[in-house]
């Protein structure tokens, strides 16, 4: 099997027990930023991974883990808008989205045309951007969360944002397997969902392992990683699938998605 891994701070604790404690054996895991694991679920060369939220509505052919995603319920800290100019004043203005993801950049277009009204230049950037030649930048993971080479005006939290304008979460990624996987790697499927219990049982009881680990992995984050954890949800309860199907309700209305027509889980 291949397993997909969104190579950020956020999606650790999913893997801390299969990288740490006990591989699991004929599966080999993919790091990458979502944007990539997002288009080698669409091809399939990948059986099973966390994508962007976003992916899924091109990624018909998968089901949803029904256990397990990537939220926040309000302030995240690695979903940002650095801008030079306030947020309501952003119209026509150039603006950076980050390539590395997609349910991010749906997001910030629904927040900005829907609750503030504006419609930028969007124009691509890369994961870590330099506001020199834009008036603000998209950046989300690691990149959101390391130490700012400028000083910017404005800095404003899209999970934070959404909360106060719609009234629900952000599930930023979620874990599909494809439809061959399904029906043919049911056991792996099964030992890769034991080894994120066990790893998410680590965060709760040997936390600061885990922490210490995560630190180890990824240095350049400036954040301090217990708190950043504390933010996350990574269960995926009922009141998130709720905001997951808004979201795709929302993004489908004003045309940044294809439509959801219900959402399909592996069970």
Request: hydrophobic share 40%; aromatic share 10%; glycine share 8%.
């Amino acid at each position: 099997m291949k397993l997909g891994y969104i190579d950020y701070l956020n999606c650790y604790p999913f893997y801390h027990h299969m990288m740490t404690k006990r591989p699991l054996d004929g599966i080999g895991v993919v790091p990458a930023y979502p944007s990539a694991l997002n288009a080698m679920m669409r091809d399939g060369s990948l059986d099973m991974s966390p994508v962007s939220s976003a992916a899924y509505a091109d990624v018909r052919d998968a089901l949803i883990l029904p256990g397990f995603c990537l939220s926040s319920i309000g302030y995240v800290r690695s979903v940002v808008l650095l801008s030079r100019v306030p947020i309501e004043e952003l119209d026509g203005r150039q603006l950076g989205l980050s390539t590395a993801s997609q349910t991010s950049v749906v997001l910030l277009k629904m927040l900005l045309e829907r609750h503030y009204g504006v419609r930028p230049e969007y124009v691509e950037s890369p994961p870590r951007p330099s506001l020199l030649g834009m008036d603000a930048a998209l950046v989300i993971g690691n990149e959101a969360m390391m130490h700012e080479a400028e000083p910017i005006p404005y800095t404003y939290d899209l999970g934070d944002l959404w909360l106060r304008k719609t009234g629900h979460p952000v599930v930023f990624a979620v874990f599909l397997v494809g439809q061959n996987a399904a029906r043919t790697m049911r056991a792996d499927i099964e030992r890769v969902v034991e080894s994120y219990g066990e790893s998410l049982a680590c965060l709760r009881n040997e936390r600061s392992a885990l922490i210490e680990a995560a630190r180890l992995r990824y240095p350049d984050v400036a954040y301090d990683i217990d708190t950043y954890y504390r933010l996350l949800r990574f269960e995926f309860t009922d009141e998130l699938k709720g905001a997951l199907e808004y979201y795709y309700e929302q993004a489908g209305e004003m045309g940044f998605l294809p439509g959801v027509d219900g959402i399909r889980y592996y069970g």
